[in-house]
């Protein structure tokens, strides 16, 4: 009895480790593209990494990752986003939970410049505890 029991133990940490070994750490999900921009909706949309954002638009900060091996999913993550002013301080911080499905991913957070201010700014992207990538820019009139 004793053995069969060490026995479906033995089973289910194998089955258990396994379900753990097939999530990638985030250390293998690799930024190849990360930029600020301005926006708005459809034809109007720019893609075009910028240092200068108008009070008046709405900000985003889009990152574009990839990782190895292509087949598996990276799963669901947190994403945090923290923009710190000038002087080094936290003025925001959003943050949600996405879907790393199918790699290259792209994802992005959008913000109204006006709740900043203008000003210069940095904002850190963060997947779970590590800084992905951080964007300088300044917010102008």
């Known amino acids: 009895m004793i053995e069969k029991t060490t026995c479906l133990l033995i089973i289910a940490a194998t089955i258990a480790l396994q379900g753990c070994a097939t999530r990638l750490g985030v250390e293998q999900i690799k930024v190849t593209r990360s930029y600020v921009t301005n926006g708005g909706t459809g034809p109007r949309f720019e893609w ?3 240092t200068s954002i108008h009070e008046k638009d709405t900000l ?3 990152t574009h990752v990839r990782w190895e091996p292509v087949a598996e999913s990276a799963g669901a993550r947190t994403v945090t986003w923290n ?7 936290i003025v925001a911080t959003r943050s949600m939970v996405l879907k790393f499905d199918k790699t290259p991913y792209q994802f992005w957070y959008r913000f109204p410049a006006a709740n900043l201010g203008v000003g210069k700014y940095r904002v850190d992207t963060v997947i779970e505890t590590t800084v992905a990538s951080s964007q300088q820019f300044d917010i102008v009139p």
């Open 60 to 62: 985003y900060v889009v």
């Open 48 to 50: 075009t990494p910028m």
């Open 83 to 89: 923009w710190y002013s000038q002087d080094n301080k």
